[in-house]
Nanobody, 116 residues
Framework: VQVVESGGGSVQPGASLRLSCVASVSGLSIHLMGWYRQAPGKQRELVATSTRFGITNYADAVKGRFTISRDNAKNTVYLQMNSLKPEDTAVYYC???????????WGQGTQVTVSS
């Protein structure tokens, strides 16, 4: 399984960004996809997750500002990030867990920088 993120960048506070992540698999469906982030000097933390049934979970820090969505047919997950704050600055990682598997696959990450 190959997981590839895209869509990061540098923006000013209050701006929006949309991250995308594609999980390339052969003959498998993806059950769980999620976004995590890691800021310099900090541990990686949950941002949001979504099951293939549309059940979502968000970190308190992003509730009401970020929205996770899925395209199951494309094994793709998106993270719409609005009202970005400097504290959202981090490398954002996507992960994917296939159906009937306990393996979790991670992407290489995409940098998001929020600064004036």
């Amino acid at each position: 399984v190959q997981v590839v993120e895209s869509g990061g960048g540098s923006v000013q506070p209050g701006a929006s960004l949309r991250l995308s992540c594609v999980a390339s698999v052969s003959g498998l469906s993806i059950h769980l996809m999620g976004w995590y982030r890691q800021a310099p000097g900090k541990q990686r933390e949950l941002v949001a997750t979504s099951t293939r049934f549309g059940i979502t979970n968000y970190a308190d820090a992003v509730k009401g500002r970020f929205t996770i969505s899925r395209d199951n047919a494309k094994n793709t997950v998106y993270l719409q990030m609005n009202s970005l704050k400097p504290e959202d600055t981090a490398v954002y990682y996507c992960n994917a867990r296939p159906v009937s598997s306990s393996n979790l696959y991670w992407g290489q990450g995409t940098q998001v920088t929020v600064s004036s």
